[in-house]
């Protein structure tokens, strides 16, 4: 929201919050994810982490859709005067693709446990919530395997986003000597 036609210099407080929150949730997923599938641990260890990255997809999908809400509502700061309309271009189509690939991980997760064989439940908050399966794709092996497929996919592009949308900041504070992060932090820092 603009006050008093003045352009904000940083992100709401809640997008700042939501930020850091999904870039931590982000690591255990990562981790969890190759951790459960890759480690060397009992079935019943990875049937506990299924149920943990499960609950935690389902987390991180609420939590980008607050973040897209927040972005809607609540103005955005101006791109930095220092940087060129092109990398503003090339900012702005990023965080687009991150928005993307952040809502697709958790959706093609949520397919995948919907058309699963094994038609296990999903439980958020340990046992106080079961999220629902979406109707129809029950124990459909063909659906599954697809949304794997898309999940793998959407993870390897969101962990290159990551690294482009980090790798981004870093170039504009060396190069353009613009701090960037100042705006995704809750407190102006000197550049």
């Known amino acids: 929201m603009l006050i008093n036609n003045v352009m904000p210099n940083r992100y709401h407080s809640v997008a700042i919050l939501l930020h850091w929150l999904m870039a931590l949730g982000l690591i255990f997923m990562f981790a969890s994810g190759i951790y459960m599938v890759y480690g060397d641990i ?3 260890e990875q049937y506990k982490l299924f149920q943990i990255h499960k609950a935690s997809g389902v987390i991180m999908l609420w939590a980008i859709m607050a973040r897209i809400l927040v972005r809607i509502l609540v103005t ?5 005067q220092s940087i060129s309309s092109s990398n503003a271009k090339k900012a702005k189509i990023g965080h687009v693709m991150l928005y993307g690939a952040l809502v ?3 959706l093609s997760g949520w ?3 919907s058309a699963s ?4 439940p999903t439980f958020v908050f340990v046992d106080w919530i079961e999220w629902p399966h979406i109707p129809g794709l029950a124990r459909n092996k063909t659906v599954e395997t697809a949304a ?3 999940h793998w996919i959407s993870a390897i592009v969101l962990i290159l986003l990551v690294f482009g949308h980090v790798a981004a900041v870093l170039v504009h504070k060396r190069v353009h000597k613009v701090n960037l992060l100042t705006r995704m932090w809750w407190k102006n820092a000197k550049n």
């Open 42 to 44: 009992t079935k019943a």
């Open 148 to 150: 794997n497929n898309v």
């Open 117 to 120: 064989p094994f038609g296990l």
């Open 104 to 106: 697709l991980m958790p």
């Open 76 to 80: 955005s700061p101006a791109p930095s």
């Open 111 to 113: 397919v995948m446990v």
